[in-house]
């Protein structure tokens, strides 16, 4: 499967999703005008992934900010894994920002996999 890599723009996350590592990471901010159209190929990979993933996955979420509709896609992105195993979420967050923490917590419960919480310095 090939590896899929992005370059972050000031509206966009850098993106490398890596199926022979099995390492999906998100860095940056999000808030695309068209949010559905900039995640749309990035799902597809997800799903191709997860019909043969690697033993251990993981997902480096270190956004900045992100925006209500990407918001929307990170919930649905990482609703794809609650049924795969081996798979922890790495969320990033700088130490001051109790809203991206408090994010992350929310996703958590709401998905029902494995948080690994971590500051971005």
């Known amino acids: 499967m090939e590896k899929m890599k992005l370059n972050a723009t000031f509206e966009t996350p850098a993106v490398t999703l890596d199926s022979n590592i099995g390492k999906l990471e998100f860095t940056g901010r999000s808030l695309p005008e068209d949010t559905a159209t900039f995640y749309r190929p990035i799902l597809k990979w997800i799903e ?5 993933p690697n033993i251990i996955t993981n997902i480096d979420i270190k956004l900045e900010y992100f925006n209500t509709a990407t918001s929307k896609v990170l919930l649905n992105m990482l609703s ?3 049924d795969s195993n081996n798979v922890t979420v790495h969320w990033f967050h700088h130490e001051e920002d109790e809203d991206m923490l408090e994010s992350g917590k929310e996703f958590e419960e709401l998905i029902n996999i494995p948080f690994a919480y971590h500051t971005m310095e």
Do not use: S, V
Request: zero cysteines; glycine letters at 0%; charged letters at 40%.
């Open 48 to 52: 191709t992934y997860l019909e043969a």
């Open 80 to 82: 794809k894994f609650k």
